[in-house]
């Protein structure tokens, strides 16, 4: 796929000397006007992220849902309220994380003679294509632990290869685990990754009991990470992409 078939040609250049949160609202905003892939068409808006930008937890999921479509933010759907939920449950704060998709643009197809929208999952390709507003994000940011929620979430922030199944809620070194970790700023202290499910598919599960509880212990492991300290930190941040 050539750069004219991604949001890299949408990417605005940021003010130098601009603070985090300046960049980010520039990239939000600049994000309205991406058509790196054919997502737009259908959906209503862009839904772009939540949180502070020196939030120690970075979450990243699959897409916008048919609630968040409609209200232009993150997680605000069912699945979104079970993260929260869970994310209390496991001690990480809301309000220092930062909630972010790998594909910014709602999927959906709906049957005929239907109005309701139904979640198709990103290929590949609409994936790659929406990786560069993912990997802007994350030059901006400087996270503890980051958490990827569900495959497609592992796809777009590791590599295709990367099996959730193989490592759920295992701890690994954040950025090395990434198939390009050059793609991310180093970070000091250093971060760690945690792969989970996305909270849809607890939503789905027969067991929907165990699967919670599941989510939660990874969440857990997450928050362990978080050191009560975190002043002094600092980040190696490459220029924005
Ligand atoms: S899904 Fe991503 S790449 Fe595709 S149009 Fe939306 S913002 Fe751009």
Redesign the pocket.
């Known amino acids: 796929m050539t750069k004219s078939g991604?949001?890299q040609s949408?990417l605005p250049t940021l003010r130098p000397g601009g603070s985090p949160a300046q960049g980010l609202d520039t990239l939000r905003e600049a994000?309205q006007r991406?058509?790196?892939?054919?997502?737009?068409q259908g959906?209503n808006q862009?839904v772009f992220s939540e949180g502070p930008p020196d939030a120690a937890v970075v979450m990243v999921g699959e897409?916008p849902g048919d609630v968040e479509d409609k209200k232009g933010e993150p997680f605000v759907g069912p699945a979104g309220r079970l993260l929260r939920e869970a994310m209390e449950e496991a001690g990480i704060p809301v309000g220092d994380t930062y909630l972010t998709n790998a594909?910014?643009?709602f999927?959906f197809h709906q049957d005929s003679g239907s109005k309701r929208r139904l979640h198709d999952t990103?290929k590949r390709t609409?994936i790659v294509?929406?990786r560069?507003?993912l990997l802007a994000e994350f030059a901006l940011l400087r996270p503890r632990v980051v958490v990827a929620l569900g495959a497609v979430a592992c796809s777009a922030l590791v590599g295709p290869a990367f099996r959730l199944t193989k490592v759920r809620g295992q701890l690994l070194d954040w950025p090395d685990v990434a198939d390009h970790p050059e793609d991310y700023p180093s970070l000091d202290p250093p971060a760690q990754f945690v792969a989970t499910v996305h909270p849809s598919a607890v939503l789905r599960a027969d067991d929907r009991d165990a699967a919670r509880a599941a989510f939660v212990a990874d969440l857990i492991a997450a928050g362990a990470v978080m050191a009560p300290d975190r002043r002094g930190s600092t980040a190696k941040r490459p220029s924005a992409r």
Do not use: D
């Open positions: 991604t949001a949408y994000a991406c058509r790196g892939c054919e997502l737009y959906a862009v897409q594909v910014k643009h999927k990103p609409e294509a929406c560069p507003w």
